[in-house]
């Protein structure tokens, strides 16, 4: 079924999201890490949730007034969010 085309090399991602390089391609993308963290946090891993956090991501599309950076946070801790995930239009309840 190549249909006179040549055979394209398939390779393995490499862990950690397919890119080159550690920490690169689609999991190191900030969704991605926005995503690892609301599913860790869901399934109890508060600390490694938390650590996405720490670790730093910034979510170029994220629009503002959006809540689900707050919504995990509140998941994770008492504490108030960090101003650099805070694009709220309103103040904490």
Request: charged share 30%; glycine share 12%.
């Amino acid at each position: 079924m190549n249909a006179g085309r040549p055979r394209e090399r398939r390779t393995a991602p490499a862990p950690g999201g397919g890119g080159p390089g550690p920490g690169r391609g689609r999991r190191a993308r900030p969704r991605f890490r926005l995503l690892a963290a609301r599913l860790l946090a869901a399934e109890g891993h508060v600390g490694a949730a938390r650590r996405v956090f720490e670790d730093g991501f910034e979510v170029p599309d994220l629009r503002e007034g959006e809540e689900t950076l707050s919504e995990v946070w509140a998941a994770l801790t008492d504490r108030p969010l960090p101003p650099e995930y805070d694009f709220r239009m309103r103040p904490p309840a």
